[in-house]
């Protein structure tokens, strides 16, 4: 039979590229899987974190299987990002991509007897062929999920097609109330002495239905009575067994979790789940946490999902790749529905190898996931317009499309457009459906725009489901205000927006899906925003865990069922000014607050109630009420209240802006902008202007302002902004900015001279 072993234990590791061993080395770190060399440098804001080949090393003894013939695999459960397995000094698998499994059989390279020597070279460096090329997110390396022995007779089950599992199911509901269950399996080398036993227990363990198949041909379809659906509210759970039989004798056995659901969407009716319509709302994940990098383990896996689960959300966008089998089991049990996809994000490679390993790890993707119940929607690109467009892009995501269909035509195709794709255009009508990342109320526009843009879309293209894949903005709970506004990084104005937000979405069931970005602040090496570098903080959730912003209540509020009520601000524990603005957030009709166990009045309202209060100086113990839900904090009335609460570059930017214009001197600034014939303009990209040290000062100095953004050459986003221009990335700020500032940089940047 088929013997799984887990050697996490026992590694060395060097963080650098030592070569390959030939016996363990003695001298190396000792380590346990899952590990990154970059759990602390990935989001610490210190500099460029490493990125290189690394080595690991352990031994071990090979497996026996009772009979002769067996065979052994390695399987690395996913190694960021590129990575090299050898065994006895002999390379046995060479793989591109760092969130999927792979295997390789390693029996001809073990020792018979005595210790073998396995080592793998990680390498998280930037590989031309390999995606993501550039994102805006930490590219952790090293063996971040951990690594198996598998022993199998020599006839067994599959290990060898994609890192799949070796058996398939598609549980397709029926009129009468019953499912039918395709079964298919692949059996390495059977012989006619082979079969494939099928056996189907409910949540409950009980057998339902079973089928025995010649293991040369072992697909099958059964039908299953009375079958429960699987749905957001109650995941029940099939479980599905095939076992290889060799006449009395099990020889090898795989299984699978599985669901009976059916799902559609519509675009005017949204996301249908068992006939029913069910808008789908919920957040963003990355697979990443305080000082651990990507190297999570299974409880913190399921600790994400629950987290996520008393939010209320009822799906998961898994940003930007493949995510743990951890992670997908949690969403099976607790009931998300699940969008998946592969890294083809930020920036487009035309090398046809590039494709190549899309196309790959789209493969790996669905043939390792399949039988997944969660997972209803296969995403193919993320933000890969930033760039720009071209015919080979439009043709690259039709093939892509087109895979993905044929791998799995029970699922729906999705894509997530960059706030600047145009509306119309060769972009849309690929995927089943669609959704946009805006941004409007953080990095451009105003929040108010977000309903109407929307509104225009649906109005303009009434055949197109379209959804909102990334919305958001910064929080950081040190940072509070009585005023609160965009990009001053407060807590209370990221609460603010998701409020708005929160309505805007309740109020367009159509919108098929939407997920908030991000569920959990994550890192970011190259990004250096609000006073905290190396992270992106849009979390409704810190990067440890450990606080819930006051976002996270508000949507806690709309989504959930239980009783709830939430106090903003209890961060924001100092105040000042004649009246203090208490919000409160709740899910029940009314609301009561008290002040010192004083009840200063009741609220009917609908989520937000906000109260007024004029407070005496020092503390006071605030609570609100609503039903049998109660909450507490305590508040200090100051005369003044702590600097710490404001950012400074927030005052910084304002000054630099007014300082930009009396730079700009009498230009008119309201005249049509001019492009003249060997000068830099605004229409440059970032690649071009950096030919000219000259113009490239001027623009990161205005794009620092427009967009907090600090773009040198090299370092940081650059690999993802440079193909772009200061045109279109200021775009993006939209209203933020102030009128005639573009036109100012543009006047200043035709006073150069273009370089050859």
Known sequence: MRNTININQGWKFIREDAGLPTALPEHWQSVELPHTWNAVDGMDGGGNYYRGRCWYARTFETPRQPLPGGRVYVEILAAGQQAAVYVNGRQAVYHEGGYSSFRADVTELCREDGENLLAVACDNSNKDSVYPQSADFTFYGGLYRGVNLISVPHTHFDLD????????????PCPCGGAKFELESWVTDPDENFTVMYSIKNAEGHEVASAVRPASDPNVTVAVPSARRWSMDNPYLYTVTATLQRRNEAYDEVSARVGVREFSCDPQKGFILNGTATPLRGVSRHQDKLYQGNALTRADHFEDARIIKELGAN??????????????????????????????????????????????????????????????????SNEILI???????????????????ELDPTRLTTIAHVSMTPTSGPMHHITDVESYNHYFGWYGGKMEDNGPWLDKFHGEHPDIC?????????????????????????????????????????????????????????????????GVAGRNNKGLVTIDRGTRKDSYYIYQAYWTKTPMVHICGRRYAQRAGETTEIRVY????????????????????????????????????????????????????????????????????????????????????????????????VKDSMETLAQSPEALEVVRKALKLATNFDLTPGVG????????????????????????????????????????
């Open 466 to 530: 379209l959804g909102l894949s990334e919305y958001g903005c910064e929080g950081i709970v040190t940072y509070h205000g009585p005023e609160p506004a965009c990009r001053d990084y407060s807590e209370e104005y990221q609460a603010l927006y998701h409020e708005h937000m929160a309505r805007v979405l309740d109020e367009r069931p159509w919108i098929w899906s939407s997920h908030v970005w991000n569920m959990f602040d994550f890192g970011c090496a190259a990004r250096n925003e609000g």
């Open 387 to 405: 760039g720009g467009i071209s015919d080979k892009l439009v043709e690259n995501h039709h093939e892509l499309n087109k895979l993905a269909k």
């Open 315 to 380: 799906t998961i966008r898994l940003a930007h790749y493949q995510h743990s089998q951890d992670f997908y089991d949690a969403c099976d049990q607790l009931g998300f529905i699940v969008w998946a996809e592969i890294p083809f994000i930020s920036v487009f490679n035309q090398d046809p190898a590039a494709h190549e390993n899309c196309v790959s790890q789209l493969k790996e993707l669905i043939i390792q996931n399949y039988n997944h119940p969660s997972i209803c929607f296969w995403g193919i």
């Open 161 to 172: 097609h994609f890192g799949g599992p070796g058996l398939k199911v598609t549980p397709r």
């Open 717 to 756: 986003m650059w690999d993802m902004l440079r193909k772009s221009s200061p045109e279109r990335m200021m775009g993006m700020a939209g209203g933020m900015l102030p009128e005639g500032f573009l036109e100012s940089l543009n006047a200043k940047l035709i006073q150069i001279d273009r370089l050859s």
């Open 586 to 681: 709740s899910n029940q009709p009314q609301v009561e607050l008290l002040i010192d166990g004083e009840s200063v009045g009741k609220q009917a309202g609908d989520k937000v109630f906000v109260f007024a209060a004029a407070l005496e100086p020092g503390f006071h113990i605030v609570a609100a009420k609503a039903g049998d839900a109660m909450d507490s904090i305590t508040l200090e009335k100051v005369e003044q209240e702590p600097a710490i609460y404001v950012l400074p570059e927030v005052k910084e930017r304002a000054e630099g802006v007014a300082n930009w214009f009396k730079l700009a001197g009498n230009l008119d600034l309201t005249a049509p902008m001019e492009f003249p014939e060997g000068k830099y303009s």
